[in-house]
């Protein structure tokens, strides 16, 4: 006590007061609306097309000043072959092919993951099964598993959905449990004080509650199968008459079309960018984001 | 002595059927509970053969110190422990499983579902449930929510509602599946001491009106003679029955009353006894 009285001395007492609650007028005007500009780029599409500008700007640039069409197309060049590919050329088809076996083999691959973290939730040995599955598959790249698939079930659709069945299930498996395993207690108890019990518990508790988690993984899941079907593609064409995407980045290689093989790239990017930033932007802006569970 | 002491529970019988007509049976009768649960490395003990009744309309509160198993206590009666020995009776059938004739509030605010609104998650437990159809959940749903004075928010998802208003959205969902018995598990411990206040007064409001049965846990001497109209006082290590009081004739209002300040004096010097014995065994460790 002596000591902290010698150190810092007491306060001073300082008279007391009470205010009236007074009229603001001008400065008061807590509301202000946003500038122009400010709500301009308040949006996320405008500052991102603004880098997608940049960026082709620099590149045609740099194609113009390096003057080598075989190896490097302008991006003028690469635009009009994506337009005239898309027209009057067989890329639509090609890509609707891809994606067809895509959402095949991505459907597949959730329903399967869905099999599995149910199992793995309800039964100590679906946990354990799952543990182990993912821990040993997880690191092991789908194409790798080709060769294999191809000896299996041949050139076709069924080796394609099989790469990707593989590439999509270990990711969005891992994820959806690790989300499960992390509902709060208080909300699991709250569940079954409702009754909920097996695969209802399931579906109409844990789903939702994990979704953060689970559309983290199927967008991975997504990014992943996207991936192993365009390189598996480029291995083999399918074996009817029309080929996919990567096929066809693959044929124009061959035939030095080196601006089609950039527009066969360009689509890819396209697509990507359209699923990520539509559909699963949507789906995050209905579901979690409305929810507060993610800001 | 003997004589005034089977008055004293005469009285008590018949305050007993006044408040709640008919119902001389206990809704719920907690028989010689010992409740065990496993950490990593040991077996705790939390409640060693506990026993009490609790009759229609009871506002019924446990009552100890932390350590004294009365959540525990709780969670077993919800369903969520089985009792290593002895039996929980709920209108005479033995309680082996969660459900929704025991309805839970929590203490923690997350127990509202993040992905429906206010309105739709009274509604989810009486659509589970299946004792309700879809217009008719929806008009209860209504009703209940009215009650506690959330008509405007409806619509809105739990994340946008401060934390009273959440608890109040858990005890609207609880009263709309009319439980035999709801249970409250510190529901206002995570509030700020005026919206504590404030949700007792409506608590209590609300029990007037309705006059549900209730069993009520807290570590809050103040809360229990409030909100309680018998108080279980349990005392800790392991969790074991200490008094039963009777506290219905407090509220808010006597709060400052001789009476009132006797009987907090009372459970505050069981409790207190308890932690005098606690000391030096923490001093040795």
Redesign the interface.
């Known amino acids: 006590m002596e000591n902290a009285a010698t150190t810092i001395a007491d306060p001073p007492v300082r008279p007391e007061f009470i205010k009236e609650h007074k009229q603001v007028g001008d400065i008061g005007d807590v509301e202000r609306p946003l500038s122009t500009w400010e709500r301009f780029t308040s949006h996320t599409a405008v500052r991102r097309a603004f880098i997608i500008i940049v960026l082709a700007v620099a590149w045609e640039l740099y194609a113009r000043w390096v003057e080598n069409p075989l190896m490097l197309p302008s991006f003028s060049t690469v635009f009009s072959a994506l337009w005239e590919e898309i027209v009057v050329g067989p890329l639509i088809d090609r890509t609707i092919t891809t994606i067809q076996v895509l959402l095949i083999g991505y459907s597949a691959g959730l329903a399967l993951s869905t099999v599995l973290t149910t199992l793995a939730v309800s039964t100590r040995f679906g946990n354990d099964l799952l543990s182990t599955l993912t821990a040993m598959f997880n690191p092991l790249p789908a194409i790798a598993l080709l060769p294999l698939a191809l000896l299996w079930f041949g050139l076709g659709i069924p080796s394609l959905v099989f790469v990707i069945v593989h590439s999509v299930v270990w990711a969005v498996s891992l994820n959806t449990h690790t989300g499960f395993m992390s509902v ?1 207690e ?2 699991r ?2 569940g ?5 019990r097996g695969i ?1 518990y399931v579906v ?2 844990l789903i ?2 994990a ?1 953060a988690s689970i559309l983290a993984g199927m967008k991975i899941g997504w990014a992943f199968a996207w991936r192993t079907l365009i390189a598996a593609e480029l291995v083999f064409g399918v074996s009817s008459r029309s080929g996919g995407l990567g096929w066809y980045i693959f044929e124009n290689r061959n035939q030095l079309l080196t601006a089609n093989v950039f527009a066969g790239l360009l689509m890819v990017i396209i697509i990507g960018l359209l699923v990520e930033s539509v559909i699963f932007r949507t789906i995050e802006a209905r ?1 979690v984001r ?4 993610q800001r | 002595m003997l004589a005034n002491s089977s008055e004293h529970l005469k009285e008590e019988r018949a305050v007993a059927e006044e408040t709640a007509p008919g119902s001389t049976a206990p809704v719920l009768t907690v028989d010689n509970v010992t409740l065990q649960y496993k950490t990593r490395e040991h077996l705790v003990t939390a409640t060693y053969r506990v026993s009490f009744d609790v009759f229609g309309a009871d506002r019924f509160v446990l009552l100890g110190p932390s350590g004294c198993g009365k959540s525990t206590l709780l969670k077993g009666i ?1 369903g ?1 422990m089985r009792p290593v020995e002895g039996e929980i009776r709920l209108d005479d059938h033995v309680v082996r ?4 004739d ?3 509030v ?1 203490q ?1 605010f ?6 429906k609104t206010v309105l739709d998650n009274v509604i ?2 009486m659509r ?2 299946g004792k309700w159809g879809r217009s008719e959940s929806r008009e209860r749903a209504l009703a209940a929510i009215a009650k506690v004075n959330l008509s405007k928010f409806c619509d809105l ?4 509602l401060s934390g009273g208003m959440k608890q109040r959205v858990a005890i609207a969902r609880a009263m709309a599946m009319e439980p035999k018995v709801l249970l409250m598990d510190e529901p206002f411990a995570a509030l700020d001491a005026l919206t504590r206040r404030k949700m007792q007064e409506e608590l209590l409001e609300l029990w007037h009106d309705v006059r549900f049965t209730m069993l009520f846990v807290t570590h809050s001497i103040e809360e229990a003679i409030i909100v309680g109209s018998r108080i279980l006082v349990l005392s800790p290590h392991p969790g074991q029955v200490r008094a039963e009081l009777n506290a219905h004739q407090f509220g808010h209002s006597q709060q400052g009353g001789s009476e009132f300040q006797e009987l907090h004096r009372t459970i505050h010097e069981m409790l207190f006894s308890e932690r005098v014995e606690e000391t030096p065994m923490k001093g040795e460790v």
Request: hydrophobic share 45%.
């Open positions: 709060s208080t909300q108890m709250a079954q004080n409702y009754g909920l209802r109409l508790l939702p509650a979704f579901t409305k929810w507060g569970m | 919800a969520f499983r969660p459900g929704p025991r309805m839970m929590f923690e997350d127990q509202l579902l993040p992905w989810f437990p589970v449930s998802h739990p994340h946008m």
